[in-house]
């Protein structure tokens, strides 16, 4: 029983034309005579070999571009952030900073007194921190919620409740301080990136198998998609994509130890 694939040179037909054969193989081999069985290996096997130089470059060309989008958009957030820190004038920064400091210092100092109705540690910290917000000066809004973020907690409850309370939003606030508009959509494309980046690894590894190269995640594998992989992974630690060049050691599978001098 001789047969060819349909369409052969279509390339846009190569995946289903492949998975048919396969189909008809698992679901029919055992229908098969032997040489049937063989013919349709071959002629698989024959489709494969052809299509790995030419869907191979396409896939992997796509698969490194998603890479390098994905470096230029980390590129673009450090570009971004470098940007945030330099609207702040350092000197103005470090004055508003000390001058903070010392008012809430003094308002940690002050005796408490329940018995009393002055204004409590807390309630003078709060006073400060709202004329920081409120003045629309961003070196007095930075200076007032680093200083805060690191208040000590009281031992008194009732204190150390309000005073945890403003450390807590201080920190929020914080994160909606430092965001610009530049920061916030390097940090959206840089989430798409990496989602393309999940996509087309998906479909590197699709590939690989359909083309009879086995999975691109087995550590032992020489194929070219195998070694395209590696040069994308997750930190075990921080869970950021860390990217290799094509020469480094993760990619090529070839470590090198340090000779040993003998004596």
Same mark, same amino acid.
């Given at each position: ?23 008809? &193989?698992? @679901? %029919?081999? %055992? ?37 390098? @989008? ?10 971004? /952030?470098?940007?945030?820190?330099? /609207?702040? $004038? ?6 508003? &900073?000390?001058?903070?400091?010392? /008012? ?34 961003? %070196? ?15 031992? &008194? ?78 930190? /075990? ?6 990217? %290799?060049?094509?020469? $480094? ?15």
């Amino acid at each position: 029983m001789q047969r060819s694939f349909r369409n052969s040179s279509t390339p846009q037909n190569w995946e289903a034309e492949i998975q048919d054969y396969q189909n008809e &193989l698992n @679901n %029919h081999g %055992h229908e098969m005579s032997a040489y049937e069985r063989n013919v349709i290996s071959r002629e698989i096997k024959r489709r494969q070999e052809e299509l790995i130089p030419k869907v191979g470059a396409l896939v992997i060309g796509e698969w490194k571009s998603a890479i390098e @989008n994905y470096k230029n958009a980390q590129e673009t957030i450090n570009a971004e /952030r470098t940007k945030e820190i330099n /609207r702040f $004038d350092s000197a103005k920064f470090n004055a508003e &900073l000390q001058n903070v400091n010392t /008012r809430v210092n003094m308002a940690l100092r002050a005796d408490v007194n329940e018995l009393k109705n002055d204004p409590k540690p807390s309630a003078k910290i709060a006073a400060i921190y709202s004329e920081a917000m409120q003045s629309g000066d961003i %070196h007095k809004q930075r200076a007032a919620v680093e200083v805060i973020k690191a208040v000590p907690l009281p031992t &008194l409850p009732s204190e150390r409740i309000a005073i945890n309370q403003m450390i807590q939003n201080a920190a929020a606030v914080e994160r909606e301080l430092r965001q610009t508009e530049g920061t916030i959509k390097a940090q959206q494309d840089a989430a798409q990136a990496e989602n393309d980046i999940l996509a087309k690894k998906e479909k590197l590894n699709k590939v690989s198998q359909v083309l009879g190269m086995g999975s691109v995640d087995d550590v032992f594998s020489n194929s070219p998609f195998a070694k395209a992989a590696r040069l994308v992974e997750r930190d /075990r630690t921080t869970g950021e994509i860390v990217i %290799h060049n094509e020469e $480094d050691p993760e990619v090529t599978g070839v470590f090198w130890g340090k000779a040993e001098l003998t004596t």
